[in-house]
């Protein structure tokens, strides 16, 4: 399907193709052409049933055109991997206007896996559609940053370029294609999610399985149920995958790897999973200004949306001075998640200056994010910055 445009999982369109997974339709939608930029991928494809589908040219690198994940879930925690999967999508010889011409956007990138998964349900009848896009995503073929040092980042091509054959040849599939824990939400210092992933053997032998992860990030740890499995034919089993995470040893950023599942039929199905990090934190820019007006930023996590915010700032002269943020203006002011807040201030006298943020999520527990900074003539120099320090109140 090539239609789509501004939305979230909860849009109307998205909607309706949840609801059309429901009556065991898969639903294959172009990712958009809103790339390069994160978390642009739009409605439809970004229903939590789609299979969005982004775009590469004819060495398997993504296009820049191509729109780029991942998606999150307004007032959720949770983080969709958009798009999952990649197709051919330049200069694709199609119809056009009565006539055939050499075209490229994901509209074009999007009829490739259409057509495999058309192949899979021919061979297969049987198949639901999340073992249709589990299949297809899981037997792809994995994209190279251009420099071919390592791959690209899963959460702006998905798990890779579709692989027909590789696709027609496996009778494994895992469930879900990807695994996302979500938002961290440390509500201590510690995170803790927990995921499930069906593993299915509909082949005609039975088969042994291990499972095994990539690289993990510093400050995280996995924790897997089981790394080997035996399953007959027909047969399916469940297993728990935890992310554990410390507060202070995991920086913020968006974070993905990979999971696989090897049959000893030399069967390799790779499952992508994703999260993200953020934290409360306050920051200053310019880091230099001969002006002596510095812009202070509040940025916070969705738990942190709603909370009350306050800052103060300490300088030289004056104890204590509280300011009232605004909020960001810009192209996502009408966006309910949108959680920058900024204050211009002016700083004239030399000395240091400390600005302490403040906001409340849970009762009796406070976040304070601290940045401090000297100012000399003729400039302004940053010390040093602290992110998310937790005291009670």
């Not at 590469?56 to 729109?67: H, I, K, R, T």
């Not at 994901?106 to 249709?132: D, I, R, W, Y």
């Not at 880091?287 to 103060?312: C, F, M, T, V």
Request: glycine share 6%; aromatic share 8%; hydrophobic share 30%.
């Amino acid at each position: 399907m090539s239609i789509g445009g501004p939305g979230y999982p909860d849009s109307p369109a998205s909607i309706a193709l949840n609801n059309a997974e429901k009556v065991n339709i898969t639903s294959i939608i172009s990712a958009g052409n809103s790339g390069s930029l994160s978390e642009t991928v739009g409605s439809p494809a970004a229903a939590e049933s789609a299979l969005a589908v982004g775009s590469v040219n004819d060495d398997d690198e993504l296009n820049q055109f191509s729109s780029r994940g991942p998606q999150k879930v307004k007032n959720s925690t949770e983080l969709l991997m958009k798009p999952e999967i990649s197709a051919p999508g330049y200069q694709i010889n199609s119809t056009y206007r009565g006539n055939f011409s050499n075209l490229s956007g994901t509209s074009f990138a999007a009829p490739h896996v259409s057509g495999a998964a058309a192949l899979l349900l021919q061979s297969n009848p049987s198949l639901t559609p999340k073992e249709v896009t589990g299949i297809l995503t899981e037997t792809s073929t994995p994209i190279e940053r251009e420099d071919n040092i390592e791959d690209a980042d899963l959460s702006e091509t998905g798990t890779g370029r579709v692989n027909v054959t590789e696709a027609l040849n496996t009778s494994s599939v895992a469930i879900p294609e990807t695994l996302s824990f979500g938002l961290s939400n440390f509500t201590d210092g510690e995170w803790n999610v927990s995921r499930s992933l069906l593993i299915r053997n509909f082949g005609n032998d039975t088969k042994n399985y291990t499972i095994s992860k990539d690289s993990v990030p510093e400050g995280a740890s996995f924790y897997l149920e089981s790394k080997r499995l035996e399953l007959s034919p027909e047969e399916s089993k469940e297993i728990q995958i935890n992310i554990s995470a410390i507060r202070s040893s995991l920086q913020q950023g968006t974070y993905t790897g990979k999971f696989k599942v090897v049959s000893n039929q030399s069967e390799k199905l790779i499952i992508p999973y994703i999260f993200e990090h953020e934290d409360f934190s306050v920051e200053v820019s310019p880091k230099q200004s001969k002006d002596g007006i510095l812009r202070i930023h509040l940025e916070s996590p969705y738990e942190y949306a709603k909370s009350n915010k306050q800052i103060y700032i300490k300088h030289p002269g004056v104890e204590v001075s509280k300011v009232q943020l605004n909020k960001r203006k810009g192209p996502r002011e009408l966006d309910p998640e949108n959680q920058d807040w900024y204050r211009k201030i002016q700083v004239n006298q030399t000395g240091q200056y400390k600005i302490i943020a403040n906001s409340s999520k849970l009762p009796g527990k406070k976040d304070t994010a601290k940045f401090m900074f000297n100012k000399t003539k003729p400039a302004l120099s940053t010390q040093s910055t602290f992110y998310g320090t937790r005291d009670k109140l």
